[in-house]
C-alpha cells in the first residue's frame, strides 16, 4: 500500500495504462462487450509487474475474496457497505477472476498515466489462482468462503487447493487478516495453523441442519488426521458442526452471531455470503448502522437470485454451477414455490467441460414437486436424462420440455408461468451470461 514506484516502472505503467483504457474504449465502442479481461491481459504485456504496482497503490488495502460459491454476492455486499462509508472501491464487479481480470478491474479506476484512485480494493479471486496473487497483491484481508467440488477437469479435491490456500497465506506479513468458514471443515483447519488474525464466521443453527448428509458432500473426514469427522448436523455439504472423535480437532469459535443478521437474499447459503461480508466490514471499521441499512436494501449480483420482470412476468435467476451450488438452489426455489423451471446446462470454459456432476445434485427434490421442467444449452440432453432418471411413481404430474434452442426455451418457460408465480432459472455460468442477454438485451462479459 502506497510503495514507491521507480520511474522505468512508471514509464512501462504508463504506456500499459493508456493502451489499455484505448482497448476498452474501443470494445465498448464496438459493442464487443464490457473489455473486462482484454485490456488487462495487453496491459500485463506492456508491463509484467503491473498487478504488483497497482495493487500497492490502493489506500486501505486489497481484500481478496476466494470460493467455491458466494464470491459475486459477497463481494458486492461488502463493497456496498465500504462505499456507505464514505470510501471509494475498485471492484471487478463482472466475475473476471483471473489474473488479467483482476487487472482490468484495476485499471479501471486509474488515470491515464497509471494513477490509482481507491481507498480499497474488493478481488474476487478464482479458487485456483489464490496463490499466486497473493505476493504481488499483498492484500490487507482475505475472505475465504468456502471449498467444493467444482470444475473437476481443472482444479482437483477440496483438500489440494486448502492445502495450497494455506502454505501460500502463511508466507504473508502476520498483519494480514483472514475471514474463513468455520462450518466448512477444511477452512477452519487451515485457519487453525495460520500465523495470520483469523475471524470465523458461520452457523449456528441446528433448526436449520438437513435431514441427512446429501449426495454432494465432499470433505466428511477429518483434515488433520483423515478420521471420519462426527457432525451434530450439516447445513449444506460437509458444512455443519463437527468435531473429530480421533484426534480432538473441531469447529472453530465463532466471531460473529449468525442470528443477529437476516439478510433478504433467499436461500441458506447467502446467509453465508451475508456473515462474511459482515465480519469483514466489522474489521475494517465500517458503522453497525451501515452495515444493517446495506444488508435491509441489498440487491442482488447479476444472475445471482437477481429479479427481472419480463414480459409481466417475475423472473428470478439463479447461478446453479456445481452440486452443492444446484442443491442450494433447488432446495430455495422448493421453499418459494412456482410451478415452472428453466434449467440450462452448458459445457464451455466457464462453466467446466465435465458435466458429471449433474448426477451428484439432488434433482429428485426438484421433480418430486411436480410442474414444468423446461430444459436448454449446450448439453440439454444430458440435463433431461438426469431429471428423467429422478421422477418416481409419485412425480408423474411432472412435464418435461426439451429446447434446444435457448431463446425458444425461454419464450415456453415464460409461457408457462401464471402471471402470479415466479419463472425460477436454473443455468450454468455461460448459459446465465446468455440467458441475461436475452431476457435484458445487454452482455455483460
Not at 194 to 220: C, M, N, T, W
Request: proline letters at 4%.
Amino acid at each position: 500500500m502506497g510503495k514507491q514506484i521507480q520511474p522505468i516502472d512508471r514509464l512501462k505503467l504508463g504506456l500499459a495504462v493508456s493502451t489499455a483504457k484505448t482497448v476498452t474504449f474501443l470494445v465498448r465502442l464496438l459493442r464487443l462487450g464490457a473489455a473486462s479481461v482484454l485490456p488487462g491481459e495487453i496491459a500485463r504485456r506492456l508491463q509484467p509487474k503491473l498487478l504488483q504496482l497497482l495493487s500497492f497503490q490502493v489506500k486501505r488495502g486489497v481484500i481478496l475474496v476466494a470460493g467455491t460459491n458466494g464470491k459475486t454476492t459477497t463481494s458486492l455486499l461488502l463493497k456496498t457497505m465500504l462505499e456507505r462509508q464514505g470510501w471509494k472501491v475498485a471492484h471487478n464487479a463482472t466475475g473476471a477472476n483471473l489474473e488479467n481480470g483482476l487487472m482490468t478491474a484495476l485499471l479501471e479506476s486509474t488515470n491515464i498515466v497509471g494513477k490509482l484512485e481507491a481507498d480499497f480494493a474488493i478481488l474476487e479471486v478464482d479458487e485456483n489462482i489464490l496463490r499466486r496473487v497473493l505476493q504481488p497483491i499483498q492484500p490487507r484481508l482475505i475472505l475465504c468462503l468456502n471449498l467444493f467440488r467444482d470444475q473437476l477437469d481443472r482444479y482437483g479435491e477440496v483438500d489440494t487447493i486448502s492445502k495450497r490456500w494455506g502454505e501460500a497465506i502463511a508466507t504473508l506479513p502476520t498483519d494480514t487478516v483472514v475471514v474463513a468458514n468455520a462450518d466448512d471443515p477444511t477452512l477452519a483447519y487451515m485457519g487453525q495453523q495460520l500465523p495470520q488474525k483469523v475471524r470465523f464466521f458461520g452457523l449456528k443453527e441446528p433448526k436449520q441442519y438437513l435431514d441427512e448428509i446429501p449426495h454432494a458432500v465432499d470433505s466428511i473426514y477429518c483434515p488433520k488426521c483423515g478420521h471420519l469427522l462426527s457432525y451434530a448436523g450439516v447445513y449444506l455439504s460437509h458444512l455443519g458442526d463437527y468435531e473429530c472423535p480421533s484426534c480432538g480437532f473441531a469447529k472453530s469459535k465463532l466471531d460473529i452471531d449468525s442470528n443477529q443478521w437476516q439478510q433478504i437474499l433467499i436461500g441458506l447459503y447467502n446467509k453465508y455470503n451475508t456473515l462474511a461480508a459482515v465480519l469483514a466490514a466489522q474489521e475494517l471499521g465500517v458503522d453497525k448502522s451501515i452495515i444493517q441499512d446495506s444488508i435491509s436494501t441489498f440487491q442482488a449480483a447479476f444472475g445471482r437470485a437477481e429479479e427481472l420482470e419480463v414480459e409481466g412476468v417475475r423472473v428470478l435467476i439463479l447461478l446453479s454451477k456445481n452440486p452443492v451450488g444446484m442443491n442450494e438452489t433447488i432446495r430455495a426455489v422448493n421453499q418459494a414455490g412456482g410451478k415452472t423451471k428453466l434449467l440450462v446446462l452448458n459445457d464451455r470454459t466457464p462453466d467446466g467441460t465435465d458435466v458429471s456432476w449433474i448426477w451428484d445434485v439432488d434433482t429428485e427434490k426438484l421433480v418430486e414437486t411436480g410442474g414444468t421442467l423446461v430444459v436448454s444449452g449446450d448439453r440439454v440432453y444430458d440435463m433431461a436424462l438426469r431429471l428423467r432418471y429422478s421422477q418416481l411413481e409419485t412425480s408423474a404430474n411432472v412435464q418435461l420440455i426439451i429446447e434446444e434452442d435457448l431463446r425458444s426455451a425461454i419464450a415456453t418457460a415464460l409461457d408457462r408461468t401464471p402471471a402470479d408465480e415466479t419463472l425460477h432459472i436454473l443455468p450454468t455460468y455461460s448459459a446465465m451470461l446468455e440467458v441475461r442477454e436475452i431476457l435484458t438485451g445487454r452482455k455483460i462479459l
